[in-house]
Structure formats: structure tokens, C-alpha cells
């Protein structure tokens, strides 16, 4: 994933809203400006941002504008330690829902010391990566979402790396949805099943199956923001059903984690509001 800062979409709600299609904005500019509606806080990395990954959170905050706004917390290249460190901005926004796609980039760190090294690099982190490190962060999420906002909480398991369903990729993220899981268990909190449905969608093996490189990645800008193809055509090309890159989603799996949210924004604002439409 890449390491790029998200810029927020608009200055306020109206603006978000100009063009006719709700557009979630940054937490910064949201704490700073609160429309005192319900919030929606959507905390990530690159496949919650979607600028290098179908924009998830877009199709989310277009069917939430009636009644609540959607900020989109996501930041390229972020690890589970990165997310908690900005923290801070997403407990300012005193958010009504609040969910958790974290962790891509804690297992991609365990394919190569390059890998590894680039994340230690770019994210500044201050050890290396490791799963008891990913628990112990995602732990430390919950708990300051529990103690310190009123928040309905959903943790989201992770997308299959590479299409692959079952098999070395499988094997890499499967100890880390694992984690999701029990901090979520011991934490009473939902974990959205984005790992299941996206798998749903996985209909082939990739004819050339993913190296664990990351030139797909340029490829797929590439062919995304100067020849403007789509994330399903990219993806396509690419011989894969999901990703584009084997790391980030297209069209057609980021429409399933959209599903996924905003039924579960949709309750949990019906329950605090009795607001939300049926």
C-alpha cells in the first residue's frame, strides 16, 4: 500500500454535497466544523481511503446523507500502530458508528524484509512489525473507542490477499483475522465478515498467481489515473475477481464491504435515533 496522505473531499457538508453525491470528509475538518447529526467514522488504511482502492466509503456516505454524515478515516500505508497514533482526530469527531478495516499492511509486512523495511521506513515505526504488535494496538483501539466515545463499534475482518481463497495468502492474513475476531470477543463488538464475502466473490485462480511484489500496484495506477480505466477493468486485466493488485479492491468488492457498513450503520443509528429510514 502507499503511503500518501488522504486530502479531505470538501470543506463542509455543503460543499461535500454540491455535485448531488454525498462525499465523506476528513475527521480533521469535521471536528472542526460538526454538523451535531449522526456520524459515521469509517478508520483505515488505503482500502477504506480509495484513492488507490474502490472508494467504499463514497457509496456508504451517499446513502447516510439524509441523516448522518461519513468521515473517512482511512490513511494510505497505515499499520494498526499508525491508525492509533491519529487516534486523537477520530475521538474528536464524536462519533455515533464508528468502524475498523485495519491490518492489510501488519501482515504484508511478514512476505519480505523489503516489505518490512519499507513499512519501518515509511510509517516511521518505532519496532517491527509483528502479530502480538497488531493485537496489542487493535486492543488499545477498541478500548479508547469504548472509554472514550459512545460509539456503536464494528471491527471488520480483512480481504483475501492476492484472490486467493485458500493457500499461501490465505495462510498469511488468516492469523490476523483470527486476532480481529478475539479482540472483538473479549472487546463485545461485531466483526463485519468482509473476508467471507469478498471470498464469495473469488470465482477463479489467477492465471499468473501473485508474487508478492508490488509491481501490480504501479501497474494499476497506471492504467486507473492515466488511461482512466476502471477498478474491475484493471482487475481484469490483471486476471484477478477482486483486486486490482492483489492488495487493494475493485468495484465489485468494495460494493460487498459497502453493503456490509451501511447495514450496520443503518441499525446502529436506528437504534440511537429511531431517524434512519427503512
Known amino acids: 500500500m502507499t503511503n500518501a496522505t488522504p486530502a479531505d473531499s470538501a470543506h463542509s457538508r455543503r460543499a461535500a454535497r454540491d455535485d448531488g453525491i454525498a462525499k465523506p470528509i476528513g475527521p480533521r475538518r469535521y471536528a472542526a466544523r460538526p454538523s451535531g ?16 482502492s474502490a472508494n467504499w466509503v463514497s457509496q456508504v456516505a451517499s446513502s447516510a446523507a439524509s441523516v448522518a454524515d461519513t468521515v473517512n478515516a482511512g490513511v494510505n500505508g497505515d499499520l494498526a500502530w499508525n491508525l492509533l497514533s491519529r487516534f486523537d482526530e477520530i475521538i474528536a469527531c464524536r462519533p455515533s458508528v464508528v468502524t475498523v478495516l485495519i491490518g492489510t499492511n501488519d501482515a504484508l509486512a511478514h512476505i519480505s524484509d523489503a516489505w518490512s523495511d519499507g513499512h519501518m521506513k515509511g510509517q516511521r515505526l518505532p519496532q517491527r512489525p509483528t502479530a502480538q504488535w497488531y493485537e496489542a494496538n487493535l486492543q488499545r483501539i477498541v478500548e479508547r473507542l469504548q472509554s472514550e466515545t459512545s460509539a456503536a463499534i464494528a471491527l471488520m475482518s480483512l480481504p483475501p490477499l492476492g484472490d486467493e481463497a485458500e493457500g499461501r495468502w490465505h495462510d498469511l492474513i488468516a492469523p490476523y483475522n483470527a486476532i480481529i475476531h478475539a479482540v472483538a470477543a473479549r472487546a463485545g463488538v461485531p466483526v463485519l465478515p ?85
Open 37 to 52: 447529526r449522526p456520524v459515521l467514522v469509517c478508520a483505515g488504511d488505503s482500502i477504506t481511503h480509495g484513492a488507490m
Open 194 to 278: 468482509v473476508h467471507e464475502d469478498v471470498s464469495e466473490l473469488i470465482t477463479h485462480r489467477p492465471p499468473v498467481p501473485w508474487d508478492g511484489s508490488k509491481k501490480l500496484m504501479g501497474r494499476a495506477v497506471v492504467r486507473r489515473f492515466l488511461l482512466r480505466r476502471s477498478w474491475d477493468a484493471i482487475a481484469r486485466q490483471h486476471g484477478f475477481s477482486t483486486t486490482t493488485d492483489a492488495v487493494h479492491l475493485n468495484e465489485r468488492a468494495g460494493a460487498r464491504i459497502a453493503a456490509l457498513v451501511e447495514q450496520f450503520a443503518r441499525e446502529a443509528v436506528r437504534r440511537r435515533t429511531s431517524r434512519w429510514p427503512r
